[in-house]
């Protein structure tokens, strides 16, 4: 499975910026997918998450900014009204297993190389 993440970049405080990460290598589809982010010095944390069919999950902080999607073997993440504080690697990350609790970086197998976002006070 690979998972190849694009959109990230550099934008002022109140911009917006689409991350796309595809998904290839397995016929079926993941169980759960999600975004995480890691600024530097800091832990990566799990920004938004799909889970099974139906739930969706976003940490308190990005609730009504950011919107995670997906199509086909590509999930999505709009993020508007950036903050300096969304600044980070962003990485994409998929799992297969049904009973994944989906919530932390060790319930994931498998991830993306990363995409950079900058956000500018």
């Known amino acids: 499975v690979q998972l190849v993440e694009s959109g990230g970049g550099s934008v002022q405080a109140g911009g917006s910026l689409r991350l796309s990460c595809v998904q290839s290598?397995?016929?079926?589809?993941?169980?759960?997918m999600a975004w995480f982010r890691q600024a530097v010095g800091a832990q990566r944390e799990e920004v938004a998450a799909?889970?099974?069919?139906?739930e969706i999950r976003y940490i308190d902080s990005v609730k009504g900014r950011f919107t995670i999607s997906r199509g086909g073997p590509t999930l999505y993440l709009q993020m508007n009204n950036l903050k300096p504080e969304d600044s980070g690697m962003y990485y994409c990350?998929?799992?297969?297993?049904?009973?994944?609790?989906?919530?932390?970086?060790?319930?994931?197998?498998?991830w993306g190389q990363g995409t950079h976002v900058a956000v500018s006070s």
């Open positions: 990350a998929s799992e297969f297993w049904v009973g994944s609790p989906c919530a932390t970086v060790r319930d994931f197998t498998f």
């Open positions: 290598g397995r016929s079926y589809g993941s169980y759960c």
């Open positions: 799909l889970i099974g069919s139906t």
